[in-house]
């Protein structure tokens, strides 16, 4: 799950020296990995600062996260300790992607129950939306059940008509 909310990263201002200078298609295939991986770990916080509705600290957070995110992961080309720290929090990786899916569920359910706001950039929405999607299908489901059965009844009633036409011819047959 992404939230997408539009925001440019500002050009940079500045850069710190590093083996790769400021052009981004040196980077190595690991800082690379880690600026990409740091930058959809910022969902995460961008996610719950749109359920707070703090709308434009989410934007500052999807706005400037990349660049931080690239920057963080250059420092770590020289510094084992910052290298060490990003690898860790990108191990959660997968788990911070069961947290995105799991967030708009559990969000779901809480506005269900008005215990949070809707946050349609999460995919939430109004108890009501659900409750109308859910009773549609039920009686879309309901109607297919009806015209099977109903299938079921005329080709039963013709199989006992021809059984029975069976039966007949086979009676005048053996008299």
């Given at each position: 799950m992404a939230v997408e909310i539009s925001a440019?990263?500002?050009p940079a201002t500045?850069?710190?020296?590093?083996?790769?200078?400021?052009?981004?298609?040196?980077?190595s295939r690991k800082t690379k990995k880690r600026a990409q991986d740091l930058t959809e770990l910022g969902q995460l916080p961008a996610a719950g600062l749109v359920?707070?509705?703090q709308y434009?600290?989410?934007?500052?957070?999807?706005?400037?996260w990349p660049?931080?995110?690239?920057?963080v992961a250059k420092l770590a080309?020289?510094?084992?300790?910052?290298?060490?720290?990003?690898?860790?929090?990108?191990?959660?990786g997968p788990y911070a992607a069961l947290i995105a899916v799991l967030l708009p569920f559990g969000m779901q359910i809480a506005a269900n129950h008005d215990k949070v706001?809707?946050?349609?950039?999460?995919?939430v929405v109004p108890k009501s939306v659900l409750e109308a999607q859910v009773k549609s299908d039920l009686l879309k489901q309901e109607i297919e059940a009806r015209r099977a059965l109903a299938e079921m009844e005329e080709q039963a009633r013709q199989a006992q008509a021809e059984f029975a036409k069976l039966n007949a011819d086979a009676g005048n047959h053996s008299a």
């Open positions: 440019t990263a500002p500045h850069s710190r020296p590093s083996s790769a200078g400021s052009n981004p298609s040196v980077l359920i707070f509705k434009a600290d989410a934007g500052a957070v999807t706005k400037y660049s931080l995110s690239l920057e080309e020289d510094n084992e300790k910052i290298a060490d720290a990003i690898d860790k929090i990108n191990e959660m706001p809707v946050v349609a950039q999460l995919g």
